[in-house]
């Protein structure tokens, strides 16, 4: 359970000092963008596993984004800065875009709390 603790520290400590340097560059838009984020996938998560709309087999597939986006054990160690987090950033994306594939993009956007435009960027499209 420490682990656990540790890891969900590291990991909001990596993303509140991205979120940091990018505002300090003068790149606010960018940093508010980041900064809601992970509570954004959190919710579109959380979201997807509770709408009956969605298939049981892409809520393993989300279970399974949680479960390794909460974990402390990564591919990348997350105090590395940049690409400390990039691990995690993939695998959401490519669990994100694995369920716009089985389950309707509406479903999805409709679970998105955050800016459509983040949304098309995370699923790889350019039509935001």
């Known amino acids: 359970m420490e682990a ?6 590291i ?6 000092l991205a979120v ?3 505002f300090l560059a003068g790149r ?4 508010r963008e980041l900064a809601t984020l992970i509570p954004n996938v959190v919710l579109l998560f959380r979201g997807l596993l509770r709408d009956p ?12 984004g949680v479960a390794w986006l909460v974990s402390p054990i990564d591919l990348v160690p997350e105090f590395l800065p940049v690409v400390g987090p990039l691990d995690d950033a993939i695998v959401a994306a490519l669990i994100l875009r694995s369920v716009v594939r089985r389950t309707d993009l509406e479903v999805v ?11 098309s960027r995370l699923l790889g499209r350019r039509d935001a």
Do not use: C, I, N, Q
């Open 4 to 9: 656990l603790l540790l890891g969900l520290a």
């Open 11 to 16: 990991a909001v400590g990596v993303w509140l």
């Open 20 to 22: 940091g340097v990018l």
């Open 28 to 31: 606010r838009s960018a940093a």
């Open 53 to 64: 709309r969605v298939p049981r087999r892409t809520k393993w597939l989300v279970g399974f």
């Open 109 to 119: 956007a409709e679970h998105w709390r955050g800016d459509p435009a983040t949304l």
